[in-house]
Structure formats: C-alpha cells, structure tokens
T-cell receptor, first 115, second 112 residues
Framework: KAGVTQTPRYLIKTRGQQVTLSCSPISGHRSVSWYQQTPGQGLQFLFE???????NKGNFPGRFSGRQFSNSRSEMNVSTLELGDSALYLCASSSDQVGIDYGYTFGSGTRLTVV | GESVGLHLPTLSVQEGDNSIINCAYSNSASDYFIWYKQESGKGPQFIID?????DKRQGQRVTVLLNKTVKHLSLQIAATQPGDSAVYFCAERRTGRRALTFGSGTRLQVQP
C-alpha cells in the first residue's frame, strides 16, 4: 500500500509570508502527527490529529497550526514566517488501534526555506 | 528537563562487523520505544520498536534491548553493510501521550 505522501517536497518562502503543507497518511490510518526537524533542535513534535481533532500539541507558537479532514489528510500552516522556521517538516501516520503496533510511518518531508 | 539522548554522535564500523548504537532516556513513564533510520533527503524509516514490558526484541539483522533499570536502550545491527550508513534516532513515547520524543541521533558510517 502507498506510504505517507507529503507535498510539496520543497518550498522557498519570504519572511512574513505564510505557507501550507499537506500530508496524506497511509490508507486506514487516522492519526497524523507533524514534526519539525532542524540541525540545531533535532526532531520536535508539533501536533497530532485524530479524527479531525487535535489531540496533542507541542511547544510551538500559535503561528503553527494544523487541521485534519474527514479523509484523514492533514495540513499544517505556518503564518508570518521567520528565518528560523526553515526546516524539514515531517508528517507521520499511525493506525492508533489497540493491539496494533504503534509504529509511526514518516513521509519524506517538506523542505521549507525561508529567505 | 526530560530528554532522550545518545551517547555517541558518530559511530564508524567496518563492513561485516556488528554495530551497537546506544540511547539513554530519562522518563520512567515511557511505555514505547522506536528506532528509526534516516538517510540523506529522506524521512525517518521505522526499524524496530519495543514496548516497556519487554527486554529484547529481534528483527531482521537488528535487535533492540531495553534496560528499564538504568533507562537505557540499544540497537544492535548484525553484519553491518554499507547500506546501513545513515543517522539513527531513538524515540520514546510516554504513557498516555501520542508525541514521540526523539534523541539527537547517531551517525553510523560503514567502512568498506
């Protein structure tokens, strides 16, 4: 079955702009999590959505937001971009069913560069 | 604060040798641990996981050991191959939470 699909793969934005990233989870997976990866901070949890509801949120400012649609696809939005938002944004999906391995499957990420 | 850390940032091994990558975690409430492999330009790839009620789990050429007494996790790769060269991350999930906390990563370099 298809893996986790993230679009676009690369983005270049100007400081102050906003950006929307998309993630399509593995078919049947209802949980989608977002992570930011930077050389300095490593992989950090942004938020997690399940059945269109945000269940968990990391320690990021309100400029970072997300949503999930009824088909489990998720988007994250970053408003008023700052240079420090340049990072690889990763999406992970999981089945979140009791008794099923909880292995989180990651997409290839969206490389965001803010100039 | 609570964190998941790694002992060595870079590990260099000869092809065919066994590799051991270590990870320390600080939260005794963690109930699930995962090892990921990340190659350049790609997202983390799931290798193997282990629940806190287990001490050892084996996969194909990989073994994960969990020592809850000293809060230590290790990944053993048997007969390391050039294709194993990558950055390896351990991650923990705390009971009742969905977020994974990742270690800083260890770069594995396999010398031919």
């Amino acid at each position: 079955k298809a893996g986790v699909t993230q679009t676009p793969r690369y983005l270049i934005k100007t400081r102050g702009q906003q950006v929307t990233l998309s993630c399509s989870p593995i078919s049947g997976h209802r949980s989608v999590s977002w992570y930011q990866q930077t050389p300095g901070q490593g992989l950090q949890f942004l938020f997690e959505y399940f059945s269109e509801t945000q269940r968990n949120k990391g320690n990021f400012p309100g400029r970072f937001s997300g949503r999930q649609f009824s088909n489990s696809r998720s988007e994250m939005n970053v408003s008023t971009l700052e240079l420090g938002d340049s990072a690889l944004y990763l999406c992970a999906s999981s089945s979140d069913q009791v008794g099923i391995d909880y292995g989180y499957t990651f997409g290839s990420g969206t490389r965001l560069t803010v100039v | 604060g609570e964190s998941v850390g790694l002992h060595l940032p870079t590990l260099s091994v000869q092809e065919g040798d066994n590799s051991i990558i270590n990870c320390a975690y600080s939260n005794s409430a963690s109930d699930y641990f995962i090892w990921y492999k990340q190659e350049s330009g790609k997202g983390p790839q799931f290798i193997i996981d282990i629940r806190s009620n287990m001490d050892k789990r084996q996969g194909q050429r990989v073994t994960v050991l969990l020592n809850k007494t000293v809060k230590h996790l290790s990944l053993q790769i048997a007969a390391t191959q050039p294709g194993d060269s990558a950055v390896y991350f351990c991650a923990e999930r705390r009971t009742g939470r969905r977020a994974l906390t990742f270690g800083s990563g260890t770069r594995l370099q396999v010398q031919p």
